[in-house]
T-cell receptor, first 112, second 114 residues
């Protein structure tokens, strides 16, 4: 089992460019989450999904969109990147009924 | 919205010394989880506390959940270099539905030197 994987691992964008981050899990987890981690601020929830075809906003959703067309994949999109979106992005997943979240290795995004 | 604060932000200890990090929530929690993140790595689940006043131990690590379910602590006895990393608490508010959204604390970075 690969667990939770994230693509790409690193990316540099220019302001205004768009990109999609992919999260994939092979554990058949129902719930998936996208977080961003900034120095001194812990992890903040961007969007989450409780099942295929459903998504909801988290604490800091502005500037991001998500989609969960397949149960194993959760995509995070940036339509027009801004320097304030420079961060490390983590995806996580978990089983319904169990609270432990399993995290992917992260994507380091720099927006110039 | 809910806020979860941790202190200290950073602690540097010599190997063999004890270490404690404290977590405080602005609201009453349903449960609290602790995660460890090694430098350059991703958060890894350590434990979950659910009951008021609960204490759990994992080898040299002791976790406590406050009576009011608004605070928690992690104590490491006789630190080792393998304990290096950032420790996060993450609280789940009561009545967040089935999503079990977590609010992460700001983290405590532990450095251990020989």
């Amino acid at each position: 089992n690969a667990g939770v994987t994230q693509t790409p691992k690193f990316r540099v964008l220019k302001t205004g460019q768009s990109m999609t981050l992919l999260c994939a899990q092979d554990m058949n987890h129902e719930y998936m989450y996208w977080y961003r981690q900034d120095p001194g601020m812990g992890l903040r929830l961007i969007h989450y999904s409780v099942g295929e075809g459903t998504t909801a906003k988290g604490e800091v959703p502005d500037g991001y969109n998500v989609s969960r067309l397949k149960k194993q994949n959760f995509l995070l999109g940036l339509e027009s990147a801004a320097p304030s979106q420079t961060s490390v992005y983590f995806c996580a997943s978990r089983f319904r009924g169990f609270d432990e979240q399993f995290f992917g290795p992260g994507t380091r995004l720099t927006v110039l | 919205g809910q806020q979860v604060m941790q202190i200290p932000q950073y602690q540097h200890v010599q190997e063999g010394e004890d270490f404690t990090t404290y977590c405080n929530s602005s609201t009453t929690l349903s449960n609290i989880q602790w995660y460890k993140q090694r430098p350059g790595g991703h958060p890894v689940f350590l434990i979950q506390l659910v009951k008021s006043g609960e204490v759990k131990k994992q080898k040299r690590l002791t976790f406590q959940f406050g009576e009011a379910k608004k605070n928690s602590s992690l104590h490491i006895t006789a630190t080792q270099t393998t304990d290096v990393g950032t420790y996060f608490c993450a609280g789940q508010e009561i009545n967040t539905g089935t999503a079990s959204k977590l609010t992460f604390g700001t983290g405590t970075r532990l450095q251990v030197t020989l």
